[in-house]
């Protein structure tokens, strides 16, 4: 059985987080948690995760200081902004900034819950912001899964080969782990199989790629996979 998405809740109310993540935990998804702005910025920057819950205001940077920052490094992350705030201007501004769903506090376990659910439906599937990249002299395009080469060479990837690179390369310099590979470009979860179907994806990719664009897919060893943004 696939355990649930992991998701990271930034709030500073101990209490209200606390609520949170138990709400979460009792509908079977996996939390993390920050306590404050300076905290949760990092988190939302580094961390593995499906979906972020943000809160807006809270000290050090706020909420949509840090909205912005994933619009820029993570484009496409799904996010919920959490608020007592009920203000239409802060619901339409953290919309236009790029969040999926505004929740007013106080909100129900049940409510929270069916908005999580949503919103997860409809981000499973989303395309990259970007599917088409001129990286070294050569066009990828993801949606097509093709390669073309300057001197007029092209090279097809399989599915799975371009929903890795398109992964890797949305990760933004990012180290993304092995595990995190399987959960969300596999499906499969990293704790119940051991494969070597990464390594395998990965040695075909780089043939495609040719030496230049190919080391650019960098092996940390330990740590995972890293795509280095030209």
């Keep these: 059985m696939i355990e649930l ?19 979460l935990e009792y509908g079977g998804y996996r939390t993390l948690e920050a306590a404050d ?14 979906l972020l819950l943000l809160d807006i205001v809270m000290p050090g940077p706020s909420g949509f200081e840090i909205l912005a920052a ?10 919920i902004m959490l608020s007592a705030r009920g203000e239409e201007a802060d619901r339409v501004r953290g919309l236009v900034d790029g969040a999926d769903d505004y929740v007013v506090k106080p909100f129900g376990m049940k409510e929270l819950l069916a908005r999580v659910d949503a919103v997860l439906r409809r981000t499973h599937e989303r395309p990259s912001p970007t599917a088409i990249h001129s990286i070294d002299g050569a066009t990828i395009d993801l949606n097509a899964a093709t390669i073309l080469f300057s ?11 371009s929903s890795l690179l398109r992964y890797l390369i949305d990760a933004g310099g990012r180290t993304v782990t092995r595990a995190e590979i399987l959960r969300h470009v596999w499906n499969l979860d990293p704790d119940r199989i051991e494969t070597r179907t990464i390594d395998m994806h990965m040695a075909h990719l780089r ?14 060893r330990g740590k995972g996979y890293r795509f280095t943004p030209p």
Excluded at 37 to 50: F, N, V, W
Excluded at 70 to 79: E, T
């Design 5 to 23: 998405p992991t998701i990271l809740v930034i709030e500073d109310d101990p209490a209200v987080r606390t609520g949170i993540v138990d709400t």
């Design 70 to 79: 994933l619009k820029k490094s993570r484009p496409g992350q799904a996010v």
């Design 37 to 50: 702005g300076h905290e949760g910025m990092k988190m939302a920057l580094q961390a593995t995760y499906r």
């Design 207 to 220: 043939s495609k790629l040719r030496e230049t664009i190919a080391a650019r897919l960098v092996t940390e």
């Design 151 to 161: 001197d007029g060479h092209a090279e097809d990837m399989s599915e799975k080969e």
